[in-house]
């Protein structure tokens, strides 16, 4: 499975973006998706999660009510609404993705490249 995140870019403090993840590849066998973030010289962080129906979602503590995770399987595609954005949501934002393979009966995690987003105070 490929993951490609789109929608990063520069935006002031109050401000809003609206991040994109596109898979492709073995989509059908994709379970769980989520958000991460990583800013330099910090571990890599989860900020919103959601469950291959979509029916579940769960945020961290810091942006919970400012973000809204969704996904539409239809498009293969997950999205993450960013509001009320704070300088300190400055990071680059990864799109991680759990997949089930049949053969090994494993579950098997994938990543995107990474998006910056940049709030300016």
């Known amino acids: 499975v490929q993951l490609v995140e789109s929608g990063g870019g520069l935006v002031q403090a109050g401000g809003s973006l609206r991040l994109s993840c596109a898979a492709s590849?073995?989509?059908?066998?994709?379970?769980?998706m989520g958000w991460y973030r990583q800013a330099p010289g910090k571990q890599r962080e989860l900020v919103a999660h959601i469950t291959g129906g979509g029916g579940s979602t769960d945020y961290a503590d810091s942006v919970k009510g400012r973000f809204t995770i969704s996904r539409d399987n239809a498009k293969n595609t997950m999205y993450l609404q960013m509001n009320s954005l704070k300088a300190e949501d400055t990071d680059v934002y990864y799109c991680?993705?759990?997949?089930?393979?049949?053969?090994?009966?494993?579950?098997?995690?994938?990543w995107g490249q990474g998006t910056l987003g940049t709030v300016c105070s």
């Open positions: 991680n993705a759990i997949r089930y393979v049949l053969e090994g009966d494993q579950y098997l995690e994938g």
């Open positions: 590849g073995s989509t059908s066998s994709i379970n769980a």
